[in-house]
């Protein structure tokens, strides 16, 4: 049975890190590209940060420098490194296996998480 369990979400202040955890369960990291989705109250879901099995990464514009995103294949756990948060940065975020780049670039996925929100106060 295929599970994503995010945690690591909380309540910052701008400036402040965070750092979420995604454990994977059913299946391996490796056999899928691996991302990170956020979602605010009134947006549209958005790509925020994405690896596959061979290190290429993809990040969204408005993270690149502040956010990365690292599998731990040993653990099959996915993390996103969040610092110099910004209020904006508010959302639900989502955990989520893809079955290739062309799905993550349409903001698809196969599989996804309960999300864990992240709240930055100015």
């Known amino acids: 049975q295929v599970q994503l369990v995010e945690s690591g979400g909380g309540s910052v202040q701008a400036g402040g890190s965070l750092r979420l955890s995604c454990a994977a369960s059913?299946?391996?990291?490796?056999?899928?590209?691996m991302g990170w989705f956020r979602q605010a109250p009134g947006k549209e879901r958005e790509g925020v940060a994405a690896?596959?099995?061979?290190?290429?990464?993809n990040y969204a514009e408005s993270v690149k420098g502040r956010f990365t995103i690292s599998p731990d294949n040993a653990k099959n756990t996915l993390y996103l490194q969040m610092n110099s948060l910004k209020p904006e940065d508010t959302a639900m975020y989502y955990c989520?296996?893809?079955?290739?780049?062309?799905?993550?670039?349409?903001?698809?996925?196969?599989?996804r998480g309960q999300g864990t929100q992240v709240t930055v106060s100015s």
């Open positions: 989520a296996a893809v079955s290739g780049w062309d799905r993550w670039f349409r903001n698809e996925y196969q599989y």
């Open positions: 059913g299946f391996t990291l490796r056999s899928y590209v």
């Open positions: 690896i596959d099995r061979f290190g290429s990464t």
